[in-house]
């Protein structure tokens, strides 16, 4: 159940059995963010740059929105040493059985030796709340970054699932089994869209927010296939403020750097209502909305 081209599919969307929407967000406090090294292109140049006072001021304000959209928003205390853990889309990615029944979290094994120890106190708080655990990368030499590379289509059971950087192939293979999902595989290569959550945000069912460059051929074509509307952020926007880092929690209101003025005209246009926030102190180490976040069940 693994695809990577159009001519391998073998099913339809309206196929597969329905997957409900998850209702709460996990994020992790930002007291020990900052950019102590450089493990991808935008941390270049900004080691020490980090406005302390500012980022709480971002996270609270990107907190308050999925507040003021509804959303139960539960955090996850920082540790000091890991400066990257607010980036909470990444340790892990969340499930539900087939069923319905159960709530899981597949551990992520993460690329970059500098955040592997974050993955253990995620897997406690999920572990406190009874969640089922996917521990199967713990001793594998396979690297997987959770929801940074795979993400759920908008209620239904289907994954896609971006490699290239972060995040080996071959891991889809195990997920693919294990949760018995197919899987459609995306091949990042521009080293800025390093996560897949870079450059594709899936709003509802039919529509989804590309840059368009980062993906192959074969990956544009099943993004087309399954879309019905595809919208396209500006090179600029993608770029410079992580437009396709943005977020949707309720297929309706999207979470969104400043400043994305193309992308947001595109947005409204399509019927989506725009909330503008301030990620800047977190742009600078290579990540927006959708990092800072993680949907749960």
Known sequence: ??????????????????????????????????????????????IGTVDKAQAFEDWVEVKNAYVHCGVDVETLAGVAGLPDMVFCANQTLPYLSEDGKHKGVVLSKMFAPQRAPEVQHFRRHFEERGYQIMD?????????EGMGDALWHSGKRLLWGGYGFRTDHRVYDLISEKLNVPILLLNLEDPEFYHLDTCMCILDDQTVLIFPNAFTSDGL???????SVVIEAPEIEARTLFACNAHCPDRKHVLIQKGCEGTNAALRNHGFEVIELSTDEFLKSGGSVFCMKLMTW
Do not use: W
């Not at 990577?4 to 020990?32: C, G, N, Q, W, Y």
């Not at 074509?221 to 879309?227: D, G, K, M, P």
């Open 136 to 144: 199967d990368l713990a001793s594998s030499t396979i690297e997987f």
């Open 1 to 46: 159940m693994i695809y990577r081209r159009i001519t391998e599919l073998d099913f339809k969307l309206s196929d597969l059995p329905s997957l409900a929407h998850p209702s709460r967000v996990l994020m992790t406090t930002p007291e020990h963010f900052a950019i102590k090294y450089v493990i991808n292109a935008h941390m270049n140049g900004n």
């Open 221 to 227: 074509a099943l993004i087309r296939h399954f879309f």
